[in-house]
């Protein structure tokens, strides 16, 4: 097996494989173009990770600011009764979720794997794969790295050296990322997920994790952190370095824990927040909100864990309260 040498230089977007036209692009989808004709696109996103060169796309006045305002060089609209920022370039068609869609599968469409190791995966000296184990199209696993029985690493993944899996895990499976349009006969009809998950070195995942890939960009999990067994990361979640994930935790798309944070068992986040450096979470948490760094929240929703622990010290204390203010009427 080949000794590799892996590096995380941060991957924000799907790239294309080199730079495209504006034409190509118009064709391809039926687009009208306005604005800058002569730029070339180098690859899709989304509007929660877009950066120069991408392409987005919205299809709601609701977000029209914000993804014309974006660092979206390209943005496929559905109106042309918008301002036009200097140096972007609008696309415009009937349906920017089919558009796309087909910007999407052109670049990177499914590939069915034929055998349980695909002749495109790479994987590294020492290595120890176990029965049952499916490795897709694309993957990258380093070296002395331990992946145990019936996990399922899928397409695009990268993996660090001295990773360890254990049986029953699955890696990169599609976002829950849906277009909602209640016109249509399907509601909801989904987004096709061209990203990858990223795993970096000294990573331990427990048994029957699911860890969804990014919607165009990445899910990372920063070096040295620890999942215990039945944990959910959606898409294009972030954790940081030296984080530790108890059971069942479940984190919702979009959000960035940055280091050393801690989250006890059941602990659920929503979407797209931001968990500072060194925050413990405690059980069964419920946050729907971002936490400072160095500080300690319990309950849901959750909020300072001393305050809370006060405030049922308080709850507890109610009947007797309420007996005094009976008793002296």
């Not at 892996?6 to 294309?16: H, L, N, P, V």
């Not at 899709?44 to 914000?66: A, Q, S, W």
């Not at 002749?119 to 794969?129: C, K, P």
């Not at 530790?244 to 944070?261: E, M, R, Y």
């Amino acid at each position: 097996m080949p000794c590799l040498n892996i590096t995380f230089a941060k991957i924000i977007s799907m790239k294309f494989p080199s730079p495209v036209s504006v034409q190509f692009i118009s064709e391809l989808i039926g687009a009208e173009v306005l604005g800058n004709m002569s730029a070339t696109a180098t690859g899709i996103n989304e509007i929660h990770r877009v950066e120069n060169g991408d392409l987005c796309f919205v299809d709601h006045p609701k977000y029209y600011n914000k993804c014309l305002n974006s660092a979206a060089s390209f943005i496929i609209i559905n109106t042309k009764e918008v301002a036009i920022p200097e140096g972007k370039t609008l696309l415009i068609v009937a349906e920017p979720f089919e558009a796309y869609l087909r910007i999407a599968n052109h670049f990177r469409p499914f590939v069915p794997s034929e055998k349980a190791i695909s002749d495109t995966a790479n994987v590294g000296a020492r290595t120890v794969i176990m029965p049952n184990v499916f490795i897709g199209n694309h993957v990258t696993i380093g070296n002395d790295c331990i992946i145990h029985p019936n996990v399922s690493i899928l397409d695009h993944t990268i993996i660090g050296n001295n990773v360890v899996i254990q049986a029953g895990t699955v890696v990169g499976s599609d976002a829950f990322y849906y277009n909602t349009k209640k016109n249509r006969d399907i509601w909801y009809k989904r987004m096709e997920s061209c990203g990858q998950v990223i795993i970096e070195d000294f990573v331990e995942i427990g048994a029957g994790c699911t860890i969804d890939r990014g919607v165009t960009a990445e899910t990372r999990i920063g070096a040295g952190t620890k999942l215990d067994n039945m944990v959910h990361l959606g898409h294009d979640v972030v954790t940081g370095k030296n984080c530790l994930l108890a059971a069942q935790v479940a984190i919702a798309g979009g959000t960035t824990l940055k280091d050393g944070v801690v989250l006890w068992g059941q602990v659920g986040l929503s979407k797209t927040l931001t968990i500072g450096n060194n925050v413990t979470v405690l059980a069964q948490a419920g946050v729907g909100k971002d936490l400072p760094d160095n500080t300690v929240h319990w309950g849901s929703p959750s909020e300072d864990a001393l305050t809370k622990k006060r405030e049922l010290i308080w709850i507890k204390r109610i009947p007797e309260l309420w007996k005094k203010v009976m008793e002296s009427k």
